[in-house]
Every structure is written in structure tokens, then in C-alpha cells.
């Protein structure tokens, strides 16, 4: 077969390259330096598949694509990236596996052998662990997060070159964990729909203090293909309406929450019964996202009603405030954990962590029952501003989603417990904390401001209706004490509409 391109590679550069529909491009490198041990190839395109071939191979369901190659070249003294695979098609296997679903992405590589000269036999993989064999190598992994938003090829290429080798990895990239010959190749990560992210490996031979990179691999964690929920169109309608309506009511809230006590109790069992509810729904049943939510927003103003009615009944509120300091300890407790706390070994086992999120969540509220006022304002200024956050969400890509959004996960995936939840800061996400606290201290300080010469809360109608009645009961001065009661009056009148009049003769007085 005869090649339509014939493309010559030079080693440690980048060159794009593209392949035409139906078109085959033979890739040739030359002038290799006679103490380079092995080569590594690179071939990254930003969404669509490639066929790499030793011998000529013709795919006709190709399209024309634009990839990007980069050739690395190493001595006998680094180690082999993937030369001991033991699970992977090629025989020596330096790319990393990718998977990913909703919840979580998946990374998966093959160990790394000692080096070995050209044309030598490679050292045995798995007949002794000592010093002098592969198991003394080490291994890093790097996590490098594209600009938030773009989904463009140019930004996935200019990145690429970024994290294509050791030195600029190491630069630039974020080092998630290190790792010994021991531990398992395979590592989890929280999913970010709509965020570029490239992950790296690192091996290293402490011995010689040489390293080498496998072949990063990048991941959207959505479809380019897909018409429902792809990269370009994330955002449901149903989640823009719903977190439209949560947003502007937070943002109500924020600023007179407390003023308006009833219209904050409804919003705040709103939020607590949705979000238990929808956690519930989806561990439960497999109904369609938007029957789900539709359902959450229905239980939700079932749970707002609740609330209001048990202040306005019962007139208890201490149980209120202590309902609404748990959602603030819910949000704390998640900030908490949104932090690189959170990718601490320790919590990723499921006990510990919802252990000490729950004393986070609990302590709160305990917290503010000194000053019952102060709390309940405050919770509606945090709380009212986040949500205004999440409303922006629903439009455009904010990191800050993930504060509470990580731990939905986690509830609803029992697995989610071993990823990795680090996520990048951009500059859309500092504007949007500057948002959340601007709203919230103008919104604290507001309601502080107003209701500082008013009564600590409202009180509850039914109670105060059955305080007025007994008043009327024993105070004899009341002239509503006089009055029959309601029934009587109602009795009078009917027997006054059904007694027949007699009549009433001579009323003349007489005169002596």
C-alpha cells in the first residue's frame, strides 16, 4: 500500500498533523542517537479516534482530524514506561487508561520496568522484589486542570505541551500522590462534567535519579458526540428552572429572611425535604432525572409547609432554628471538606468521614442556641448567598457547585469514598466567592441592623389567638368578657328568627 502523506517526526518536538477523510498519514522518525534506548510516541486529538498501526491499515468510518505528536526520547538508565504489562493490549504499554461516569473518572496504567540497553533482553518483571529489579521504582501522579469552560482544541493542544514531559508535569501540573512498585496502578476521581482535565504519571528510579513520563491523557467527562447532556449542552432546563427559582429566593432570604419569618421557615424545610427526598428517590428507584426533580420540588414545598405550620401550631422556635442551624452546619461541615482536607487518606474510609461531618454539622447549631437570633440571621445570609451561586451554576461552570454537590455524591454512590474530589479554582470561581461574600455579610449586616430593636422572633399566631381568648376568659373589665359565646349568639339568633311575635295589645297607660 502506498501512502498518500509521509510525515517525518523529530525528536523532544511537537507538531500537529491532519489526516484527511478516509486518508492514512505513515509516521517516520529518523536520525535516533545510537545511546537512545526507546522511544515514546505521543498522539493526542481532542475528541475523535485515531488508529496507530505498525503495519498500513485503511479505517473508512474515519473522519478528517487534526492530532498533535510528540516524540521523547531516553537512554538505557531511565525506566520503561508500561514495560511490564501484564493487562493491556501492547506489549509495552505507556498510555493511561481512562474511564469515566457521572460520579467518578477512572485511571488506570501498567507498571514500569528498569531500564535496559538497545537490543538487550529487559530485566524480568515479577522473579524478585529486590533493589536491583523494577520494584524499587517509584511513581507520581499529576493532575493538570484546564481553563474552566473552554472546550475548544486549541486550549486542549497548548495544554498538552504543558504536561508531554517530565519537567513541564512537574511544573505545572498538581501532584496528587506518590505511590511505591506495591501499591495498585488504578486510581478515582470525582468527575467534572464540562471541565478539561490531563492526568500525568511520573515514574521514577531512585537509584539511578532518572525519571520518565507515560502518556498523559486528557478527559471532559462528557460527550462531544451526544445530543442529550453532551460537552456543548450540559444544563438541563428542568435544573435552570429549578435552581432559578432556589437562587432568587436565596437571595430574598439573604436580605430579610429573618423580617419575613414564615416566607424563611417555608424556604429553609424546602431545602432540607428536597435535598433528603432526592437522595432517597435516586437510591431507590431509577426514574428519569426531570420525574425525580419534578417529585423533589413537590416534596419540598410539602416540607416548607411543614415547617411553617409546625412554628404557627406549636409555636416552638427553638425546634425551628435548630432545623436551620443544621442546614448551616450541613454547609460548613461541606466547605470543610470541599478543602484538601478532604483528599486526606484517612477520610476516605465511609466511617470516619461521616463521622466527624456529622459532629461538624451538629456543633453549629449548638453553637448559635446562646444567641438563637444571631444564628438564624446569619444562617440566612450564608446560606441565601450560596444559593444565588448555585443559580449562576445552572448558566455557567463554577467550581463552587462541588462544595455541596461532592457530598451528594458521595450519598448516593457508596463507591465515590476512594476518588480524589480536588478541584480547580479559575478565576470565574474567585469572582463568584467574591459574590457569596459580598451577599452574605451585606445581607448579615442588614437584617442585624433592622431587627436590632425588634423582638428576637415573631410569635406564632395559634399561640397568640389562644393567649388573647384566655385573656378575654378573666379579665372581668374586658367587655368582651360580657359577651356570650360564639355558639350562644349563633343560637339566639336562630330562635329569634323562628319565634312567632304576639301581639301586644293596649299599652296605653290609664289615667286616674
Not at 211 to 228: D, E, G, K, M, W
Request: hydrophobic share 45%.
Amino acid at each position: 500500500m502506498c501512502f498518500a502523506d509521509r510525515v517525518m517526526f523529530s525528536l523532544g518536538t511537537f507538531q500537529n498533523v491532519s489526516v484527511p477523510v478516509n486518508g492514512t498519514v505513515q509516521a517516520v522518525v529518523s536520525r535516533i542517537p545510537a545511546d537512545v534506548s526507546f522511544l515514546t510516541l505521543q498522539f493526542h486529538t481532542h475528541h475523535r479516534n485515531v488508529t496507530l498501526s505498525y503495519t498500513p491499515v485503511r479505517d473508512p468510518t474515519h473522519t478528517a482530524v487534526l492530532f498533535h505528536r510528540h516524540t521523547l526520547s531516553h537512554t538505557q538508565h531511565y525506566p520503561v514506561p508500561g514495560a511490564c504489562n501484564q493487562e493491556f493490549p501492547l506489549e509495552i504499554d505507556p498510555n493511561i487508561y481512562l474511564q469515566y461516569n457521572m460520579f467518578e473518572t477512572t485511571i488506570t496504567f501498567a507498571p514500569a520496568n528498569i531500564g535496559y540497553g538497545r537490543g538487550e533482553s529487559p530485566p524480568a518483571c515479577d522473579v524478585d522484589m529486590g533493589s536491583s529489579t523494577r520494584w524499587r521504582l517509584v511513581y507520581e501522579l499529576y493532575q493538570y486542570f484546564l481553563p474552566e469552560g473552554d472546550l475548544s482544541e486549541q486550549s486542549l493542544i497548548s495544554s498538552l505541551e504543558r504536561a508531554a514531559n517530565v519537567q513541564n508535569v512537574q511544573d505545572n501540573s498538581r501532584k496528587v500522590v506518590s505511590l511505591s512498585s506495591h501499591d495498585r496502578t488504578q486510581f478515582f476521581f470525582s468527575s467534572l462534567p464540562g471541565q478539561g482535565v490531563i492526568f500525568s504519571v511520573i515514574v521514577r528510579d531512585p537509584v539511578l535519579n532518572t525519571s520518565a513520563s507515560y502518556i498523559p491523557v486528557h478527559t471532559y467527562a462528557c460527550s462531544f458526540n451526544s445530543t442529550l447532556d453532551g460537552c456543548s449542552d450540559l444544563g438541563r432546563v428542568s435544573s435552570k428552572v429549578f435552581f432559578t427559582v432556589i437562587g432568587l429566593a436565596g437571595l430574598l432570604v439573604c436580605f430579610v429572611g429573618h423580617r419575613f419569618f414564615k416566607c424563611e421557615l417555608f424556604y429553609m424545610g424546602f431545602c432540607f425535604m428536597a435535598f433528603i427526598f432526592f437522595v432517597l428517590i435516586t437510591r431507590t428507584t431509577a426514574l428519569e432525572y426531570d420525574i425525580r426533580l419534578a417529585l423533589t420540588a413537590l416534596m419540598g414545598v410539602v416540607g416548607g409547609v411543614a415547617m411553617v405550620m409546625s412554628w404557627w401550631r406549636f409555636g416552638s422556635v427553638m425546634v425551628c432554628v435548630l432545623v436551620v442551624g443544621l442546614i448551616l452546619g450541613f454547609l460548613i461541615s461541606s466547605i470543610a471538606f470541599f478543602t484538601p482536607l478532604g483528599d486526606l487518606p484517612i477520610f476516605h474510609n465511609d466511617v470516619v468521614f461521616w463521622v466527624v461531618f456529622a459532629c461538624i454539622m451538629v456543633f453549629v447549631p449548638l453553637f448559635f442556641i446562646r444567641w438563637p437570633r444571631e444564628g438564624n440571621i446569619f444562617t440566612c445570609g450564608v446560606v441565601g448567598a450560596y444559593a444565588v451561586v448555585l443559580a449562576v451554576n445552572a448558566y455557567t461552570y463554577t467550581s463552587l457547585s462541588y462544595i455541596t454537590l461532592d457530598v451528594l455524591k458521595r450519598l448516593l454512590n457508596h463507591n465515590f469514598s476512594r476518588a480524589f474530589i480536588s478541584v480547580p479554582l479559575q478565576d470565574i470561581d474567585f469572582i463568584m466567592i467574591t459574590v457569596w461574600v459580598v451577599l452574605g455579610v451585606s445581607g448579615i449586616v442588614m437584617q442585624l441592623y433592622r431587627e436590632k430593636s425588634r423582638p428576637f422572633f415573631p410569635p406564632s399566631p395559634y399561640v397568640m389567638w389562644k393567649q388573647e381568648r384566655e385573656r378575654r376568659k378573666t379579665n372581668v373589665l374586658d367587655p368582651s368578657h360580657h359577651k356570650p359565646s360564639l355558639s350562644a349568639r349563633i343560637l339566639g339568633r336562630i330562635h329569634q328568627l323562628t319565634q312567632c311575635t304576639e301581639p301586644a295589645g293596649e299599652t296605653t297607660p290609664l289615667l286616674l
